[in-house]
C-alpha cells in the first residue's frame, strides 16, 4: 500500500498549471489501490433541526432561521422501514443520524432499539450512525446493539473551524472517533468542500483525515442555504471539486471516497470527473435538509467507469 505524497507536494500539485498531472496521478493511484466496487450507503434523518451548535454550513442550528423541518426522534418503526428500503435498493449499510450536539440516556436506548429491530430486519445490511459526541460508555452499548459503523465528520482544517463554528471543537471530535476506534468500531469521517478553505487548508485537511485513518471519507461539496451564514458563498467551482477529490485521493491512496451532500449540485460530467481522480463510494437516497442522488444515476456512471456495485433487490 502507497502512503501518499507529502504536504509540499500536495500543495504544488494544486497549482492551476499542474491540474492535468494532478488528476492523472490521482487517477493512477486509484486504479492502482481502490477496490473496484462502487459501496452505496443511506441515511435516515432520525431526528431534525433544533441543534444547539453553531455551525455555520448547517440549516438544523436553533442559531439559524432556516426553516428547517424539525422533529423529535422518528422511532423504532422509522428506522426499519428505511434499512429494509436501503437493503432493497443494493445499499451495503443505512445510517441512522439525529441532530443536536450529543444524545441523552434515553436518547441512546432508544437508538439501540432500533439497531437490534433493523438487524432482525434487514440482516445483511450494515449499520452505521451519525449521532453527535458520543462516550465511550455510551458507544459501548451501541455496539452492543449491534452498530458496526460511526460517522463523525471533522469537516474541514482543524485551522478553519473555529470560524465556522465555536460551540465544539475539532478535538472534541477526535476524541469520540478515538473512543469508537478503541472499541473497534468502522470510522467514517470526511467533511465539507467549498466553506471558504484555501490551498494550504485543503492540503491540512487531507492530511488530518489521513491521520485519523476512516474506513470511508465523504466528502460534502457545500450547499449553500437560505438562512445560514454560509448563504451567499456560491456552489463550489466545479473544477475546484474535482481537483479537490484529487487531492484527497492523492493523500488517501486507498480510503473510499463517497459522494454525500452537494452530489445533486452537480452535473453527471463533474460526477464523472470526480469518479475518475478517486470517488469509489456514495450516499443515495434522502439526506438531513437536502435531496441526495439518485441510486440508479450514481450506479451507472459507476458501472460505466468500470466499477460493480450492489444491485436492486425484490422489496418483501
Known amino acids: 500500500m502507497s502512503d501518499g505524497i507529502e504536504r509540499d507536494e500536495a500543495l504544488a500539485l494544486l497549482k492551476p498549471e499542474r491540474r492535468e498531472e494532478l488528476r492523472e496521478r490521482a487517477h493512477e493511484t486509484t486504479e492502482r489501490f481502490v477496490e473496484k466496487r462502487f459501496d452505496f450507503c443511506s441515511i435516515i434523518n432520525a431526528r431534525s433541526g433544533r441543534c444547539s451548535e453553531n455551525c455555520k454550513w448547517c440549516a438544523q442550528s436553533a442559531h439559524w432561521k432556516t426553516g428547517c423541518e424539525t422533529y423529535g426522534w422518528v422511532g423504532t418503526d422509522a428506522c426499519v422501514k428505511a ?8 445499499a451495503d449499510r443505512i445510517g441512522i443520524v439525529t441532530s443536536g450536539r450529543t444524545l441523552s440516556h434515553e436518547d441512546v436506548e432508544n437508538v439501540c432499539v432500533a439497531l437490534k429491530a433493523m438487524r432482525e430486519a434487514a440482516p445483511k445490511i450494515g449499520l452505521c450512525a451519525s449521532l453527535g459526541l458520543l462516550s465511550e ?10 452498530l458496526q459503523r460511526v460517522h463523525c465528520n471533522l469537516e474541514t482544517a482543524p485551522s478553519l473551524f473555529p470560524s465556522l463554528c465555536t460551540t465544539h471543537t ?8 478515538r473512543a469508537a476506534k478503541k472499541l473497534g468500531f468502522q470510522i467514517c469521517c470526511g467533511g465539507i468542500i467549498g466553506m471558504g478553505e484555501t490551498d494550504e487548508q485543503l492540503v491540512e485537511f487531507a492530511f488530518a483525515l489521513k491521520e485519523i485513518a476512516p474506513d470511508s471519507i465523504p466528502v460534502n461539496v457545500l450547499h449553500p442555504i437560505e438562512g445560514t451564514p454560509l448563504a451567499d458563498r456560491g ?4 473544477e475546484r471539486v474535482v481537483d479537490s ?5 492523492l493523500v488517501n491512496p486507498s480510503t473510499p471516497l463517497r459522494f454525500a ?16 481522480v478517486g470517488m469509489s463510494a456514495g450516499i443515495a437516497g434522502p439526506l438531513l435538509t437536502t435531496p441526495g442522488a439518485d441510486f440508479d444515476d450514481d450506479r451507472h456512471l459507476a458501472v460505466r467507469a468500470g466499477y460493480s456495485v450492489g444491485a436492486k433487490k425484490a422489496v418483501c
Do not use: H, Q, S
Open 235 to 238: 456552489i463550489l467551482d466545479p
Open 137 to 146: 460508555e455510551d458507544l459501548a452499548k451501541l455496539k452492543a446493539a449491534g
Open 261 to 276: 451532500g452537494g452530489r445533486r449540485d452537480m452535473t453527471d460530467e463533474t460526477a464523472a470527473k470526480c469518479i475518475y
Open 170 to 177: 475539532p478535538d472534541d471530535k477526535l476524541a469520540t472517533l
Open 83 to 90: 434499512a429494509k428500503e436501503a437493503a432493497a435498493n443494493g
Open 245 to 249: 477529490v484529487a487531492l484527497l485521493r
